[in-house]
């Protein structure tokens, strides 16, 4: 592949892609500069890969796995930011639990535990319900049977609800 | 901060459901909302086709220069690095030329002072030549002053660089008139003076004032121009000699004093030279008589002070020294006023 193909499989991929990239990260996130940001650090960096001659099978999945990094990342930096500034304001927990608790989906913690699923179940559940793609093109991008990908979603789903009851039943392990 | 205080949390019934099977088509219908507005997207596609044509770019630009090379034999691939090389010295060329309008503090005028003078320089084969093209750079230099000026933009930067340039311009021209005869250089008319640039802020303005100076020996040894110079600088001498009676001493001691830094270096500023010829009109009768050394002209004055100091005319040149005492005396309670300004600038 030359550097003008490569140049232009990129950019198909970026107006394909990055809606679906931006609310993959805007849901854990729940900033949109900031989602904003680690989007298109994303894309930089996939290009970065791309263009140092590294070949990848799935642009979109190595996509998708920069972007949950960089989300992590994030957390850990923000979580770090945020410990540390409690720690010298005195911060008091309960106060701050009564303003936490929403009516309504609470989709950070929806979003973190879609993220525990392994990566191919997460791609797949993702694919399918939020980007509605039909079970064929999934199975086309995976490079998977038609079967073997519904399987994927049913258990992604499956396990998906369990990781959203672990959430608030279990000790957080993050 | 959730993760702190997440165990904490009870799960709502929007999640419970979700966490059993139920208002999932809710929760992805939400996330498909999101979306990245107009201007995001192309904002962001803009900075990544910077970021990736920045890469590529160069990229290319190797492999066309490269691949040729790799095709070739040694023979052509030197034919074609000589063929690159003119391409290049063309380029050269056109920023030469740019250039040639470029003013101080612009990125291509040091091109133009370091780079295409002197080479034009080097085409320049006898002295004559050379001491013109030094004449015209220099007379160059001031019209660039000139052009800042008339900008606003001559700054004490631009000025310092371009005052530094024409000292060396001179330096060239007073070197290529000693290699040629003298007569060449009289024609120029070039010998007995020297052009200096004199930037001066006067009311917040930044002026600039070219004025030629004479050579102090050519001065001195010239007695028929110090006195044309006496009857210019009669209003100099206002000035000059308007104090009282009182600091008469006092002043002389001074003026003794800033005669012999004058005499230890040249002038170097109009002022000075004002002083000077103010005091040239003093000594011109004396040293018509005594001869033109810088050390007779410090005696007479020595023996002016005494003289003027007891009012009695006891020096050679009886007839002059009586009329410049008077002329002094009428004047000084005229000039008294303007002798601060005068020391000031």
Redesign the interface.
Known sequence: MTKVDLEKSFFELYERESDSLFRFVFFRVNDREVALDLVQESFVKLWEVLSSGRAIDNARAFLFRIASNKVIDRYRKVKEYSLDLLAEEGFDASLEVAVSIEEGIDMKEAMKALERLPEKYREAVWLRNVEEWAVKDIAKHLGESENAVSVRIHRGIAMWRKKIRDGYDKPDRE | ???????????????KK????K??N???A???T???TLS??SE??L???R???A??GF??AYEMLAAPFRMLSFRQAASLSAIIAIVLASGGIGVAKASEQSLPGEVLYKVKTVINEPILGLLKRTPEEKALWAKTLSERRMEEADELAVFGKLGEKESREIEGLIEKHHEDLERYEDEDDDDFANALGLQSEKIELKIETRDGKKEYRIHEREERENRKEDDEREKEDRSASEEDRLFENEDEEDDDLIRKEEKKEDRKKIDEKEPSEKKVELKKQGEAVKRSEPESDSGSKSEGDDKDEEEKTDSSGSGSGKDDGGDDDENKDSGNDEEDEEGSGDSGEEGDN
């Open positions: 901060m959730t993760s702190l205080i997440g165990n904490k949390k009870s799960m709502n019934e929007e999640m979700l966490s059993e099977g208002g999932e809710e929760l992805f939400r996330l498909r999101e979306v990245l995001e997207k962001m596609r900075f990544l086709r970021k990736v044509s890469k590529t990229a290319r």
